[in-house]
Each structure stands twice: as C-alpha cells, then as structure tokens.
C-alpha cells in the first residue's frame, strides 16, 4: 500500500464550484504540504502545516484553503474553482531531522489531476 | 530570496550515452540541496541530496551530483542512461533553518534507442 495517498486521482469540475482534495499518510510524519505543478513552472507551495496545529501559507495560497483534520490527513480545498487552478496536485510529507533544520527529505503522493472548466 | 535555475527544459540522449542536467541555485548562505525524479503519472521521489558532507554525491540508479560553490551549480549526471531514466528531473533547495524547499522548473529527459 502507497504510504501518501491522495483523493481523487482526477477530477472535472465546473468555475464556481467547491472542490476538496484529501490526502493521507500512513509514514507517521508530522510535516505535511500541498504543492500544484504547472507545465513549465515546476512545483509551487500551497500550503503546509508542521502539525495538526501549525498551518502556514505558501507562496501561491490565495483562492486555497486547507485543513489538518489529525497528523496524518491535510485537505485542500478550493472554495470557488476557477479555471487558472487546472493543475496537478501533489501532496507531501516529511519527518523533521533533528538538529538539521531544512534537510528532511519529501515523499510525494501520486498527484490529482485537477481541471476546472 | 532562494531560486533555483534549471538550464534545458527538455534534453534527449542516447542509450548508453552521458546523462548532464544542469542546475544553479541562487543562496546568499550555505545550501541544501535535492534532486528528484518524477515518472510517468507518478508523484516525485528524491534521487540524491547535497548536505555539506560531501560535495560529491551519489543517489539512487547510478545518479550522482557534485556541488561546486564557486559555480554554485549542482548538475546531475549519470554515465551511461538507460531507457528507465526517461523521466522529469526537478534540483531543488533550501538553508539551514529554512523549512521550504524551492523546486526548478524541471527538465524532462528523453532517451533515444
């Protein structure tokens, strides 16, 4: 079983519509994040939360929301899907390295393929 | 602010033939460094990471990638590739204290029997 699963796998919605996309995870981490990808733009940072009680903006957050409904579940939601959010959803996890504050390494889940009509 | 720089948006080898994405980070301090791999409609996955241990570094599948501070470069090799290596390539960083990572823009790989 995938330790980060994210659902759906794709989704077809309409402008103006709320949409939620879940993502769990079964590795214990306790960092959790939610990137888009673009084509041509790489990944940019939603949203990310280092706890069930830590949630922090990315650089690209407005028109997202999310939720830490426990450690290992973080939901992102678009209140009113437009359609410059047609994109590739990732979601991310990591595990904080002691005493090396940056290096704890990603796991990504397998991607929402998110298109708003 | 950190910025990452991925030279070629897409490259296309040979089998059997050397394997160079580049990558060049802008970092004011000392960085940290990624590369990741992403297949086919799959989520991404490291490949190796740069941590000032060594500014050589090998990763999984016969990657490796060598830091060099006065190019501030972190380019990606592999001697000889292999069809399985077709796949999009994303260098990565971050600093010490910093707990966001900033991705490049990517550079797909194609290899050609």
């Known amino acids: 079983d995938a330790d980060v699963t994210q659902t759906p796998r794709n989704r077809i919605t309409k402008t103006g519509k709320r949409i939620m996309l879940e993502c769990s995870q079964t590795k214990g981490h306790d960092r959790m994040y939610w990137y888009r990808q673009d084509p041509g733009l790489g990944l940019r940072l939603i949203y990310y939360?280092?706890?069930?009680?830590?949630?922090n903006k990315g650089e690209i957050s407005d028109g997202y929301s999310v939720s830490r409904q426990a450690q290992a579940k973080f939901s992102l939601s678009l209140e009113s899907a437009i359609p410059n959010q047609t994109a590739l959803y990732f979601c991310a996890t990591s595990a904080r390295v002691w005493g090396e504050v940056g290096l704890d390494t990603q796991y990504f889940g397998p991607g929402t393929r998110l298109t708003v009509l | 602010a950190q910025s990452v720089t991925q030279l070629g948006s897409h490259v296309s080898v040979s089998e059997g033939a050397l394997v160079l994405l580049r990558c060049n980070y802008s970092?004011?301090?000392?960085?940290?460094l990624f590369w990741y791999v992403q297949y086919p409609n799959q989520g991404l996955q490291l490949l190796l990471k740069?941590?000032?241990?060594?500014?050589l570094v090998k990763g999984i599948n016969g990657f490796e990638a060598e830091f060099k501070k006065s190019e501030t470069s972190f380019h990606l090799t592999k001697p000889s590739a292999h069809m399985r290596d077709a796949a999009e390539y994303f260098c990565?960083?971050?600093?010490?204290?910093?707990?966001?990572?900033?991705f490049g823009t990517g550079t797909r790989l194609t290899i050609i029997p």
């Open positions: 740069y941590t000032s241990a060594a500014t």
């Open positions: 939360s280092f706890d069930v009680k830590d949630i």
């Open positions: 970092s004011s301090v000392p960085p940290y």
């Open positions: 990565a960083a971050t600093n010490f204290g910093n707990e966001k990572l900033t």
